[in-house]
Nanobody, 125 residues
Framework: QVQLVESGGGLVQAGGSLRLSCAAS????????MGWFRQAPGKEREFVVA????????RYADSAKGRFTISRDNAKNTVYLQMNSLKPEDTAVYYC??????????????????WGQGTQVTVSS
């Protein structure tokens, strides 16, 4: 069983930055591809970004390209999401997810077997 714990959320003004972290335990971290999803009030959960087991392959939603960067440190069992130039529409609960079934992270939440509890990101205008 894999446990995922997110941190780093908070309140930030539009144009600001936040860095989310997701610490994993319970399984060899390098055997997991990782993703970040988000869910805004009244909306469905949506894909944000994903990273492969080694970190060499990343996938971004169009909304994240050029502003967000995913990275991972396999020695620290942690994946990061650096978010810059934040917009009010980025306001959501951000979830970290993991899967051992795919080498590269995927776009689809049903491909992920493990989920964190989520961290709130609020961007004020």
């Amino acid at each position: 069983q894999v446990q995922l714990v997110e941190s780093g959320g908070g309140l930030v003004q539009a144009g600001g930055s936040l860095r989310l972290s997701c610490a994993a335990s319970g399984r060899t971290f390098s055997s997991l591809s990782m993703g970040w999803f988000r869910q805004a009030p009244g909306k469905e959960r949506e894909f944000v970004v994903a990273i492969s087991r080694s970190g060499g392959i990343t996938r971004y939603a169009d909304s994240a390209k050029g502003r967000f960067t995913i990275s991972r440190d396999n020695a620290k069992n942690t994946v990061y999401l650096q978010m810059n130039s934040l917009k009010p529409e980025d306001t959501a609960v951000y979830y970290c997810a993991a899967t051992s079934r795919y080498y590269s992270g995927t776009y689809y939440d049903y491909d992920y077997d493990y989920w964190g509890q989520g961290t709130q990101v609020t961007v004020s205008s």
